[in-house]
């Protein structure tokens, strides 16, 4: 090869070169403008996030206690008698949970193969009547222990205020709707029982004497029980 045709060949592959280089620059225009300078910032789409709210929980409900009157135990005055029982001494409860909650009633020493426990207050007396298991309450009753003393000033009562000592019209007059389920003796002098249910089968009786109150049940039937100790 002369060197004539070597300096030849040399420019016209430098001229394609550049050639190629400047249809290549052509072909994308701007490409040196989409390369962020060293001065400059890229920031971010202005297009905002979609915020997410965390879900709030919403707090589940607290169970609402039944409302229960406050009662001193050692006042039988502030007792309650209900369907349920007698103050701190629940129908279908445990007599083992009640002894601790007598206040001022003292417990009598019954037989082994009686199926009760009996409390005394002064003039007061509230039996527990037991299951066959000698364990549970199976009805309630609140009455006169001692005719020689009052009663009715710190006896149990009812919410219409009805307790031992109460008249028979007093009871009559808080308690329209009871009627009279029974009666025990002869005579001039009988005890009249009457008695008033609820829906789920409990009954209140109450057994009057000489038109007073002398005692009042918490039981299953409308009749109260025979002798527990017999």
Same mark, same amino acid.
């Given at each position: 090869?002369?060197?004539?045709?070597?300096?030849?060949?040399?420019?016209?592959?430098?001229?394609?070169?550049?050639?190629? *280089?400047?249809?290549?620059?052509?072909?994308?225009?701007?490409?040196? !403008?989409?390369?962020?300078?060293?001065?400059?910032?890229?920031?971010?789409?202005?297009?905002?996030?979609?915020?997410v709210t965390p879900p709030i929980a919403s707090a589940a409900p607290s169970p609402v206690a039944?409302?229960?009157?406050?009662? /001193?135990?050692?006042?039988? &005055?502030? =007792? *309650?008698?209900?369907?349920?029982?007698?103050?701190?001494?629940? %129908? !279908?409860?445990?007599?083992?949970?009640?002894?601790?909650?007598?206040?001022?009633?003292?417990?009598?020493?019954?037989?082994?193969?009686?199926?009760?426990?009996?409390?005394?207050?002064?003039?007061?007396? *509230?039996? @527990? %009547?037991?299951? !066959?298991?000698?364990? +549970?309450?199976?009805?309630?009753?609140?009455?006169? =222990?001692?005719? &020689?003393?009052?009663?009715? +000033? %710190?006896?149990?009562? +009812?919410?219409?205020?009805?307790?031992?000592?109460?008249?028979?019209?007093? *009871?009559?007059? @808080?308690?329209?709707?009871?009627?009279?389920?029974?009666?025990?003796?002869?005579?001039?002098?009988?005890?009249? %029982?009457? @008695?008033?249910? /609820?829906?789920?089968?409990? =009954?209140?009786?109450? /057994?009057?004497?000489?038109?007073v109150v002398e005692s009042i049940d918490v039981r299953t039937t409308s009749r109260p029980p025979?002798?527990?100790?017999?």
């Amino acid at each position: 090869m002369s060197k004539t045709r070597g300096i030849a060949s040399f420019f016209a592959t430098a001229v394609g070169v550049g050639a190629v *280089l400047t249809l290549l620059s052509g072909c994308i225009p701007g490409a040196e !403008d989409e390369l962020p300078k060293a001065s400059e910032t890229v920031t971010a789409s202005e297009t905002p996030a979609a915020s997410v709210t965390p879900p709030i929980a919403s707090a589940a409900p607290s169970p609402v206690a039944p409302a229960s009157p406050d009662i /001193n135990l050692e006042d039988p &005055s502030s =007792w *309650l008698i209900d369907f349920g029982g007698i103050g701190p001494v629940p %129908y !279908d409860g445990q007599i083992a949970d009640v002894r601790p909650s007598m206040g001022a009633f003292v417990e009598d020493t019954l037989p082994d193969y009686c199926p009760a426990a009996r409390f005394r207050e002064g003039s007061l007396s *509230l039996v @527990a %009547y037991l299951a !066959d298991d000698f364990s +549970t309450i199976t009805g309630i009753s609140i009455g006169r =222990w001692d005719r &020689s003393g009052p009663v009715s +000033t %710190y006896s149990p009562r +009812t919410a219409e205020g009805i307790g031992v000592g109460a008249t028979f019209e007093e *009871l009559l007059t @808080a308690h329209p709707t009871i009627t009279k389920s029974g009666e025990y003796g002869g005579g001039d002098n009988p005890t009249l %029982y009457y @008695a008033m249910p /609820n829906s789920s089968g409990m =009954w209140l009786v109450f /057994n009057v004497q000489s038109d007073v109150v002398e005692s009042i049940d918490v039981r299953t039937t409308s009749r109260p029980p025979s002798e527990y100790c017999s």
